[in-house]
């Protein structure tokens, strides 16, 4: 079986700093997603591509900046920490097309002090 | 675009009853209907879908039901154990679903109590 891996799992930041999180698939799907999960908001789309070299924004993109230079990875950077910002991060990955279902990275959890 | 609204923000049921959690979305042209399980601590992972030319479908004690008229789908949970106790998140496809991009609601803390 296949598995999707995101790194780092904790990431404390300052105000104002860039940060970057990297996402690693090896099933071979062709579409991958960005989303940031906030207590009682569910789940909000910041990028997705659906193949190498492909972004697309979604609903959350101000403040961030996506990168798919492999099929395999899918790199999100924060251009700006906001002091006092705390979210889950979550990259998930699918076939693509009408009826894929998603398969969800475990998350890196952001701080920013 | 595609709005899910997840009706329930909590959900408590006592062990071995039925849970019921109903969500509704915006988008006519919407074709499928998956959900998805968070349990503590852990990421999401896909529990059951439904697509659109269905009604009802079941895997064993999951039951999805959808209402294309009344643009709500639901999910029942049967005979429900401690282990069932999670966060659930319903989600819709994008219009243009070739892109298979997914609307998530904001999620139902379902908790079985012993």
């Known amino acids: 079986g296949g598995i999707i891996t995101q790194t780092p799992k904790f990431l404390i930041g300052q105000e104002g700093q860039k940060l970057t999180l990297k996402c690693q698939q090896n099933f071979n799907h062709d579409t991958m997603y960005w989303y940031r999960q906030d207590s009682g908001k569910g789940l909000r789309l910041i990028y997705y591509?659906?193949?190498?070299?492909?972004?697309q924004k979604g609903d959350l993109s101000e403040g961030y900046d996506a990168s798919r230079e492999k099929k395999s990875s899918f790199s999100l950077t924060v251009t700006s920490a906001q002091k006092n910002e705390m979210a889950v991060f979550l990259c998930?990955?699918?076939?693509?097309?009408?009826?894929?279902?998603?398969?969800f990275g475990s998350g890196t959890r952001l701080l920013v002090i | 675009g595609e709005k899910v609204e997840q009706h329930e923000s909590t959900l408590s049921v006592r062990e071995g009853d039925s849970a019921v959690i109903n969500c509704t979305y915006t988008?006519?042209?919407?074709?499928?209907f998956p959900w998805y399980k968070q349990e503590a601590g852990k990421s999401l992972h896909f529990v059951i879908d439904i697509r659109s030319n269905v009604d009802r479908k079941q895997s064993q004690r999951l039951i999805v039901l959808l209402d294309k008229k009344a643009k709500r789908f639901s999910l029942h949970i049967t005979a429900t154990q401690p282990e069932d106790s999670a966060i659930y998140f319903c989600?819709?496809?994008?219009?243009?679903?070739?892109?298979?991009?997914?609307?998530f609601g904001a999620g139902t803390q379902l908790i079985v109590i012993p």
């Open positions: 998930a990955s699918s076939i693509g097309g009408a009826y894929s279902d998603y398969t």
């Open positions: 988008d006519t042209a919407s074709s499928y």
């Open positions: 591509s659906i193949t190498e070299n492909d972004l």
């Open positions: 989600a819709a496809s994008d219009r243009g679903s070739a892109l298979g991009r997914l609307h």
